[in-house]
Protein backbone atom coordinates (compact mmCIF):
# COMPACT_ATOMS: atom_id res chain seq x y z
CA UNK A 1 0.00 0.00 0.00
CA UNK A 2 1.07 3.59 -0.85
CA UNK A 3 0.98 6.63 1.35
CA UNK A 4 -1.91 7.06 3.82
CA UNK A 5 -3.56 10.01 4.75
CA UNK A 6 -6.40 10.73 7.28
CA UNK A 7 -9.67 13.14 6.81
CA UNK A 8 -10.18 16.03 9.34
CA UNK A 9 -13.69 14.98 9.44
CA UNK A 10 -12.56 11.83 12.26
CA UNK A 11 -13.47 15.50 14.39
CA UNK A 12 -15.90 17.18 12.06
CA UNK A 13 -18.19 18.05 15.07
CA UNK A 14 -14.85 19.83 16.18
CA UNK A 15 -13.08 22.44 15.17
CA UNK A 16 -10.48 21.70 12.60
CA UNK A 17 -7.80 23.21 14.44
CA UNK A 18 -8.79 20.78 17.72
CA UNK A 19 -7.51 17.54 14.86
CA UNK A 20 -4.80 18.97 13.44
CA UNK A 21 -1.79 18.27 15.80
CA UNK A 22 -2.87 14.89 17.08
CA UNK A 23 -2.88 14.21 13.20
CA UNK A 24 0.44 14.96 12.94
CA UNK A 25 1.35 13.45 16.31
CA UNK A 26 -0.24 9.99 15.26
CA UNK A 27 2.64 9.78 12.33
CA UNK A 28 0.36 11.60 9.57
CA UNK A 29 1.54 14.19 7.13
CA UNK A 30 -1.26 13.89 4.43
CA UNK A 31 -4.79 15.02 5.39
CA UNK A 32 -8.24 15.72 3.60
CA UNK A 33 -10.03 18.67 4.79
CA UNK A 34 -13.94 18.42 5.37
CA UNK A 35 -16.00 21.34 5.31
CA UNK A 36 -18.82 20.59 7.71
CA UNK A 37 -19.35 24.20 8.65
CA UNK A 38 -18.84 23.74 12.60
CA UNK A 39 -15.39 21.86 11.54
CA UNK A 40 -14.44 24.34 8.83
CA UNK A 41 -16.10 27.23 8.03
CA UNK A 42 -16.11 28.65 4.36
CA UNK A 43 -17.96 31.19 5.02
CA UNK A 44 -15.01 33.19 6.66
CA UNK A 45 -12.75 34.71 3.92
CA UNK A 46 -10.04 34.26 6.62
CA UNK A 47 -10.53 30.77 6.78
CA UNK A 48 -8.17 29.25 4.74
CA UNK A 49 -5.12 31.32 4.52
CA UNK A 50 -5.63 30.53 8.56
CA UNK A 51 -5.51 27.23 8.38
CA UNK A 52 -2.38 26.88 5.59
CA UNK A 53 -0.19 28.32 8.38
CA UNK A 54 -1.05 26.04 10.88
CA UNK A 55 -0.53 22.85 8.34
CA UNK A 56 2.97 24.55 7.91
CA UNK A 57 3.58 24.68 11.09
CA UNK A 58 3.36 21.02 12.10
CA UNK A 59 4.59 20.14 8.13
CA UNK A 60 1.21 18.79 7.43
CA UNK A 61 0.35 18.48 3.05
CA UNK A 62 -3.19 18.78 1.80
CA UNK A 63 -4.18 16.33 -0.63
CA UNK A 64 -7.60 16.71 -0.98
CA UNK A 65 -10.79 18.28 0.28
CA UNK A 66 -14.47 17.22 0.06
CA UNK A 67 -16.91 19.15 -0.92
CA UNK A 68 -19.59 20.69 1.03
CA UNK A 69 -22.36 17.80 0.91
CA UNK A 70 -25.71 17.61 2.70
CA UNK A 71 -27.86 20.69 3.91
CA UNK A 72 -27.59 23.39 2.15
CA UNK A 73 -25.93 21.94 -1.46
CA UNK A 74 -27.65 20.32 -4.01
CA UNK A 75 -26.49 20.23 -7.45
CA UNK A 76 -30.15 19.28 -9.13
CA UNK A 77 -32.22 21.04 -7.08
CA UNK A 78 -35.65 21.96 -8.76
CA UNK A 79 -35.19 25.33 -7.26
CA UNK A 80 -32.47 27.64 -9.55
CA UNK A 81 -31.54 29.69 -6.59
CA UNK A 82 -30.56 26.82 -4.79
CA UNK A 83 -28.58 24.94 -7.46
CA UNK A 84 -26.36 28.73 -7.81
CA UNK A 85 -26.39 28.97 -3.99
CA UNK A 86 -25.14 25.60 -4.17
CA UNK A 87 -22.35 26.57 -6.64
CA UNK A 88 -21.51 29.46 -4.88
CA UNK A 89 -21.01 27.50 -1.46
CA UNK A 90 -18.96 24.54 -3.45
CA UNK A 91 -16.74 27.51 -5.73
CA UNK A 92 -15.47 28.88 -2.21
CA UNK A 93 -14.52 24.89 -1.06
CA UNK A 94 -12.12 25.30 -4.38
CA UNK A 95 -10.98 28.40 -3.69
CA UNK A 96 -10.44 26.97 0.07
CA UNK A 97 -8.49 24.25 -1.51
CA UNK A 98 -6.39 26.36 -3.67
CA UNK A 99 -5.41 28.27 -1.06
CA UNK A 100 -4.43 25.17 0.72
CA UNK A 101 -2.04 23.97 -1.68
CA UNK A 102 -4.43 21.12 -2.37
CA UNK A 103 -5.03 19.17 -5.99
CA UNK A 104 -7.88 17.08 -5.51
CA UNK A 105 -11.64 18.12 -5.33
CA UNK A 106 -13.77 15.29 -4.18
CA UNK A 107 -17.77 16.41 -4.57
CA UNK A 108 -20.92 14.11 -4.76
CA UNK A 109 -23.05 13.87 -8.04
CA UNK A 110 -26.19 14.79 -6.33
CA UNK A 111 -26.94 15.41 -2.73
CA UNK A 112 -28.96 13.38 -0.07
CA UNK A 113 -32.57 13.67 -1.67
CA UNK A 114 -33.69 10.25 -1.97
CA UNK A 115 -36.65 11.16 -4.23
CA UNK A 116 -34.93 12.03 -6.93
CA UNK A 117 -35.38 8.79 -8.89
CA UNK A 118 -38.70 9.85 -9.54
CA UNK A 119 -37.43 12.42 -11.83
CA UNK A 120 -34.43 10.66 -13.17
CA UNK A 121 -34.01 11.71 -16.29
CA UNK A 122 -33.93 15.62 -15.13
CA UNK A 123 -31.87 15.34 -12.09
CA UNK A 124 -29.23 13.18 -13.92
CA UNK A 125 -29.44 16.83 -16.58
CA UNK A 126 -29.10 18.90 -13.66
CA UNK A 127 -26.31 16.81 -11.82
CA UNK A 128 -24.73 16.86 -15.46
CA UNK A 129 -24.67 20.60 -15.83
CA UNK A 130 -23.61 21.45 -12.05
CA UNK A 131 -20.57 18.82 -12.79
CA UNK A 132 -19.76 20.69 -15.63
CA UNK A 133 -19.47 23.83 -14.12
CA UNK A 134 -17.18 22.51 -10.98
CA UNK A 135 -14.85 21.20 -13.73
CA UNK A 136 -14.65 24.31 -15.81
CA UNK A 137 -13.95 26.31 -11.75
CA UNK A 138 -11.12 23.45 -10.95
CA UNK A 139 -9.70 23.93 -14.22
CA UNK A 140 -9.39 27.72 -13.63
CA UNK A 141 -7.69 27.29 -10.26
CA UNK A 142 -5.27 24.17 -11.29
CA UNK A 143 -7.50 21.49 -9.30
CA UNK A 144 -8.73 18.04 -10.41
CA UNK A 145 -12.99 17.37 -10.43
CA UNK A 146 -12.87 14.15 -8.33
CA UNK A 147 -16.51 12.58 -8.34
CA UNK A 148 -17.32 10.23 -5.46
CA UNK A 149 -19.50 7.22 -5.33
CA UNK A 150 -22.57 7.67 -3.39
CA UNK A 151 -24.51 5.93 -0.93
CA UNK A 152 -26.32 3.32 -3.38
CA UNK A 153 -29.74 5.45 -2.69
CA UNK A 154 -28.49 8.83 -3.66
CA UNK A 155 -28.06 9.75 -7.43
CA UNK A 156 -24.62 8.38 -9.02
CA UNK A 157 -24.78 5.57 -6.38
CA UNK A 158 -25.50 3.09 -9.17
CA UNK A 159 -23.09 2.35 -11.21
CA UNK A 160 -24.22 3.04 -14.52
CA UNK A 161 -25.61 6.32 -13.72
CA UNK A 162 -21.80 7.30 -12.36
CA UNK A 163 -20.47 6.19 -15.53
CA UNK A 164 -23.05 8.08 -17.53
CA UNK A 165 -21.98 11.34 -15.63
CA UNK A 166 -18.58 10.69 -16.07
CA UNK A 167 -18.58 9.76 -20.16
CA UNK A 168 -19.99 13.21 -20.60
CA UNK A 169 -17.18 15.18 -18.62
CA UNK A 170 -13.89 16.18 -19.79
CA UNK A 171 -11.45 12.88 -19.43
CA UNK A 172 -8.74 15.62 -18.85
CA UNK A 173 -9.22 17.02 -15.32
CA UNK A 174 -11.54 14.73 -14.42
CA UNK A 175 -10.98 11.77 -11.65
CA UNK A 176 -13.13 9.43 -10.25
CA UNK A 177 -12.92 8.67 -5.61
CA UNK A 178 -14.27 5.14 -4.72
CA UNK A 179 -15.73 5.09 -0.99
CA UNK A 180 -15.22 1.80 0.29
CA UNK A 181 -18.19 2.15 2.36
CA UNK A 182 -20.27 3.52 0.17
CA UNK A 183 -19.76 0.83 -2.53
CA UNK A 184 -19.79 -1.97 -0.01
CA UNK A 185 -23.38 -1.19 1.01
CA UNK A 186 -24.05 -1.42 -2.64
CA UNK A 187 -22.67 -4.55 -3.13
CA UNK A 188 -20.31 -2.79 -5.84
CA UNK A 189 -16.84 -1.86 -4.77
CA UNK A 190 -14.87 -4.73 -6.30
CA UNK A 191 -17.17 -4.01 -9.50
CA UNK A 192 -16.52 0.02 -8.92
CA UNK A 193 -12.40 -0.29 -8.53
CA UNK A 194 -12.49 -2.80 -12.00
CA UNK A 195 -14.74 -0.51 -13.68
CA UNK A 196 -13.15 2.88 -13.00
CA UNK A 197 -9.71 1.51 -12.61
CA UNK A 198 -8.96 4.19 -15.37
CA UNK A 199 -9.97 7.52 -13.85
CA UNK A 200 -9.31 6.33 -10.30
CA UNK A 201 -7.31 8.96 -8.43
CA UNK A 202 -8.60 8.97 -4.79
CA UNK A 203 -9.90 6.54 -2.20
CA UNK A 204 -11.61 7.14 0.70
CA UNK A 205 -11.39 4.23 3.44
CA UNK A 206 -13.50 3.19 5.68
CA UNK A 207 -15.81 0.23 6.94
CA UNK A 208 -18.84 -0.97 8.00
CA UNK A 209 -21.04 -3.77 9.46
CA UNK A 210 -22.95 -4.12 6.79
CA UNK A 211 -26.39 -1.98 7.16
CA UNK A 212 -25.71 1.90 7.54
CA UNK A 213 -22.39 4.00 6.66
CA UNK A 214 -20.41 3.69 9.81
CA UNK A 215 -17.12 5.08 8.97
CA UNK A 216 -15.33 2.49 11.18
CA UNK A 217 -11.64 1.99 10.62
CA UNK A 218 -11.06 -0.86 8.44
CA UNK A 219 -11.31 -4.15 10.20
CA UNK A 220 -13.87 -3.02 11.90
CA UNK A 221 -16.93 -4.24 9.94
CA UNK A 222 -16.90 -6.92 7.24
CA UNK A 223 -14.65 -5.41 4.13
CA UNK A 224 -12.31 -7.90 2.99
CA UNK A 225 -9.26 -5.23 2.63
CA UNK A 226 -6.56 -7.26 1.60
CA UNK A 227 -8.79 -8.17 -1.73
CA UNK A 228 -9.24 -4.20 -1.90
CA UNK A 229 -5.70 -4.01 -1.86
CA UNK A 230 -5.64 -7.10 -4.77
CA UNK A 231 -8.19 -5.29 -7.01
CA UNK A 232 -6.55 -1.56 -6.14
CA UNK A 233 -3.13 -3.65 -7.33
CA UNK A 234 -4.19 -5.00 -10.45
CA UNK A 235 -5.62 -1.64 -11.31
CA UNK A 236 -2.30 -0.03 -10.80
CA UNK A 237 -3.62 2.65 -8.11
CA UNK A 238 -1.16 5.30 -6.82
CA UNK A 239 -2.72 7.29 -5.02
CA UNK A 240 -3.18 8.35 -1.47
CA UNK A 241 -5.35 5.86 0.47
CA UNK A 242 -7.25 8.39 2.74
CA UNK A 243 -9.30 7.19 5.67
CA UNK A 244 -12.35 8.44 6.22
CA UNK A 245 -13.50 7.65 9.73
CA UNK A 246 -15.29 9.17 12.18
CA UNK A 247 -15.61 9.17 16.34
CA UNK A 248 -17.10 10.77 18.95
CA UNK A 249 -15.72 12.32 22.51
CA UNK A 250 -11.68 11.72 22.65
CA UNK A 251 -9.86 13.49 19.36
CA UNK A 252 -6.63 12.49 20.08
CA UNK A 253 -7.52 8.57 21.37
CA UNK A 254 -9.88 8.55 17.47
CA UNK A 255 -6.70 9.55 15.86
CA UNK A 256 -4.78 7.18 17.55
CA UNK A 257 -7.24 4.67 16.80
CA UNK A 258 -6.79 4.89 12.98
CA UNK A 259 -2.98 5.21 12.94
CA UNK A 260 -3.01 1.51 14.84
CA UNK A 261 -5.69 0.33 12.30
CA UNK A 262 -2.92 1.70 9.75
CA UNK A 263 -0.15 0.05 11.02
CA UNK A 264 -1.64 -3.36 11.65
CA UNK A 265 -2.76 -3.41 8.31
CA UNK A 266 0.19 -1.52 6.17
CA UNK A 267 3.03 -1.03 8.83
CA UNK A 268 4.93 1.02 5.92
CA UNK A 269 1.68 3.33 4.69
CA UNK A 270 2.76 5.64 7.36
CA UNK A 271 5.74 7.69 8.67
CA UNK A 272 7.17 8.09 12.41
CA UNK A 273 4.72 9.71 14.89
CA UNK A 274 5.69 13.92 14.50
CA UNK A 275 5.55 16.83 16.89
Known amino acids: MKETGLSTGIAYQHAIEDVLAPIRHA ?3 TIEVATATAHFDLRRPEAASTLARRLAVLDLR ?5 APFGHGVDLTSSDPTFRERSLERLTRAADALQTLGGELYVIHPGGEDHDWVWDRATRMAR ?9 ERCRERGLVLVVETPLPHLLGGHLPDLEWLLERLPAEGTGVCIDTSHTSLG ?4 DAIARFGSRLVHVQA ?24 SALDAV ?11 GDGDVPANVERASSTIRRFWPEGIGEPGR
Open 27 to 29: GFR
Open 62 to 66: VHSLH
Open 127 to 135: SLEGLAVMW
Open 187 to 190: GSLF
Open 206 to 229: SDNRGVTDDHLPPGEGIIDWGRVT
Open 236 to 246: GYRGVFMLEVT
